[in-house]
């Protein structure tokens, strides 16, 4: 079992930046890819950014490219999700995901574990 807690999220200026940090515990996130996905309200779940195991492979969405960032420290279990340059379409509650194993994954449902979840609201 692996426990996900997000934090870092909260309200912030159009053009400003946030710092997102997922921590892990019960496990050792050293043997999961990692994900930040978005959610609004009533839609489903998107990919936002992804990093492998190794933390030599990342992986973004379209629209966040050049604007985030994403970071792992498994010596802290701790993955980070930078965003710079924020946009009110950024607004969303943003989570945390797991997926054990080397392979990285987009699609929600693959992975085995989630956060609770971070408010990100950007004002214009």
């Known amino acids: 079992q692996v426990q996900l807690v997000e934090s870092g999220g909260g309200l912030v200026q159009a053009g400003g930046s946030l710092r997102l940090s997922c921590q892990a515990s019960?496990?050792?996130?050293?043997?999961?890819?990692m994900g930040w996905f978005r959610q609004t309200p009533g839609k489903k779940r998107e990919f936002v950014t992804s990093i492998s195991r190794s933390g030599k492979n990342t992986y973004y969405e379209d629209s966040v490219k050049g604007r985030f960032t994403i970071s792992r420290d498994d010596a802290k279990n701790t993955v980070y999700l930078q965003m710079n340059s924020l946009k009110p379409e950024d607004t969303a509650v943003y989570y945390c995901a797991a997926r054990f194993g080397v392979v990285v994954t987009t699609t929600p449902d693959d992975n085995d574990y989630w956060g609770q979840g971070t408010q990100v609201t950007v004002s214009s």
């Open positions: 019960g496990r050792t996130v050293s043997s999961y890819s």
